[in-house]
């Protein structure tokens, strides 16, 4: 699910008139590692199981009404897209630091790269 549908489901909430922010993260396949090594794309394994713990985990968080987050599976290649997250929330406070949680948490805990 792309981004725009996303924010579209969050709105579509009969509890929108909660949310005081929508963030939203689109991560993609960058055409180098850290260290600066070219990289032709990511080989990815996403632990789906994981993924749904944590979404539930950061939807308890104060301030936070809705958590979406998409993770790509399989050989992705430079430019696609591998990662997008929605969080709705009251306001920056509670919301930021989620979002920033549940990125790192996705990459240390959900997915598996293998660059190629």
Do not use: W
Not at 28 to 48: Q, T
Not at 101 to 108: D, G, S
């Amino acid at each position: 699910m792309g981004l725009a549908a996303m924010v579209e489901r969050v709105k579509a909430r009969p509890d929108y008139n909660r949310v005081g922010m929508i963030v939203c993260h689109n991560g993609v396949v960058r055409g180098s590692s850290r260290d600066g090594k070219p990289v032709a794309g990511l080989d990815v394994e996403v632990d789906r199981r994981r993924l749904t713990e944590i979404l539930v985990e950061m939807k308890s968080r104060k301030g936070i009404i809705d958590v979406l987050a998409e993770v790509y599976e399989g050989s992705l290649n430079v430019g696609d897209d591998i990662m997008n997250v929605v969080i709705a929330g009251d306001i920056r406070d509670n919301t930021f630091p989620v979002l920033t949680e549940l990125i790192n948490a996705i990459k240390r805990q959900v997915v598996v790269e293998k660059e190629k």
